[in-house]
Nanobody, 120 residues
Framework: VQLQASGGGSVQAGGALRLSCLIS????????MGWFRQAPGKEREIVAA????????FYAESVKGRFTISRDNAANTVYLQMNSLRPEDTATYYC??????????????WGQGTLVTVSS
């Protein structure tokens, strides 16, 4: 299983970005998917997660109302729409997948990071 994240970049505060994560290697709709981020000097934290059916989503409190996770199983892709970006959202963002259709357990597969920089 391979995960390829893209879409990072530099924006001003209040701006928006959409991250994409393409998964390949096995049936895409078998996996719960998630986005994590790691800022310099901080631990990696979960940002959002979505079940295989998209019927269940999870958001960190810090991004609720601003970020939206979605998935297109036909395109083998999960997205993270990030609106109203803040400087504290600056981090390297990673996509991850579980060997489970629901969000539970271990994040087994990881993509490379994509850097998001938000300037004030």
């Amino acid at each position: 299983v391979q995960l390829q994240a893209s879409g990072g970049g530099s924006v001003q505060a209040g701006g928006a970005l959409r991250l994409s994560c393409l998964i390949s290697g096995r049936a895409f709709d078998s996996y719960a998917m998630g986005w994590f981020r790691q800022a310099p000097g901080k631990e990696r934290e979960i940002v959002a997660a979505i079940s295989w059916s998209a019927g269940s989503t999870f958001y960190a409190e810090s991004v609720k109302g601003r970020f939206t996770i979605s998935r297109d199983n036909a395109a083998n892709t999960v997205y993270l729409q990030m609106n109203s970006l803040r400087p504290e959202d600056t981090a390297t963002y990673y996509c991850a997948a579980q060997d489970s259709p629901e969000v539970s357990g271990v994040w087994t597969y990881w993509g490379q990071g994509t850097l998001v920089t938000v300037s004030s």
